[in-house]
């Protein structure tokens, strides 16, 4: 029972450190991107973003304009 309480905790250890080298991966992949593509999604909040479609970071807010032409396309 012990053992199997340090391999979990090792095995969540393990991930966690799988996460933040993923996060930090993205990170450097999105500072590199020159985010030449860009669309606006919205969020879980629905909440309207431009975001670049190579790399997913959310960029900014769009102008009430720029929302107004996007929900005139949708």
């Known amino acids: 029972?012990?053992?199997d309480i340090a391999?979990?905790?090792?095995?969540?250890q393990k991930i966690q450190a799988e996460i933040t080298a993923k996060k930090k991966q993205l990170e450097k992949l999105q500072k590199?991107?020159?985010h030449?593509?860009?669309?606006?999604k919205m969020d879980q909040t629905?909440?309207?973003m431009w975001e670049c479609s190579q790399c997913s970071l959310r960029l900014r807010y769009p102008t009430p304009g720029e929302?107004?032409?996007w929900m005139n396309k949708q």
């Open 46 to 48: 629905n909440s309207a």
């Open 7 to 12: 391999l979990m905790e090792n095995e969540a």
């Open 36 to 40: 030449k593509s860009q669309v606006i």
């Open 1 to 3: 029972m012990i053992a």
């Open 32 to 34: 590199d991107c020159e």
């Open 67 to 69: 929302i107004q032409k």
